[in-house]
Nanobody, 124 residues
Framework: QVQLVESGGGLVQAGDSLRLSCAASRGTFSGVAMGWFRQAPGKEREFVAAITWSGSRTFYADSVKGRFTISRDNFRNTVLLQMNSLKPEDTAVYYC?????????????????WGQGTQVTVSS
């Protein structure tokens, strides 16, 4: 069973950057696809970005394409989300998630393990 811990959230101004990190421990990280999701108050959890085990394929929500970059370091069992040109509408709790198998990289229910979340607040 993989345990996920996010870090790197905070309060920034519009246009600033943040880098979120997700560290995986326990279980095996091998063959696991990783995703980032976010949930704003009163809204459903939504897909942000995902990356395959090899890192050869990445997926992004239209709302963050061109601004966010997902990457992973399998040696360190870490997944990163570089967020640039942040907007107030990016404000949310960001969750890291792990998917061992499935057909969709963008559907929350396809992911088996989740971190506790890290708050990102972007002021205007």
């Amino acid at each position: 069973q993989v345990q996920l811990v996010e870090s790197g959230g905070g309060l920034v101004q519009a246009g600033d950057s943040l880098r979120l990190s997700c560290a995986a421990s326990r279980g095996t990280f091998s063959g696991v696809a990783m995703g980032w999701f976010r949930q704003a108050p009163g809204k459903e959890r939504e897909f942000v970005a995902a990356i395959t085990w090899s890192g050869s394929r990445t997926f992004y929500a239209d709302s963050v394409k061109g601004r966010f970059t997902i990457s992973r370091d399998n040696f360190r069992n870490t997944v990163l989300l570089q967020m640039n040109s942040l907007k107030p509408e990016d404000t949310a709790v960001y969750y890291c998630a792990a998917r061992y198998s499935g057909s969709s990289y963008t559907t929350p229910n396809e992911y088996e393990y989740w971190g506790q979340g890290t708050q990102v607040t972007v002021s205007s």
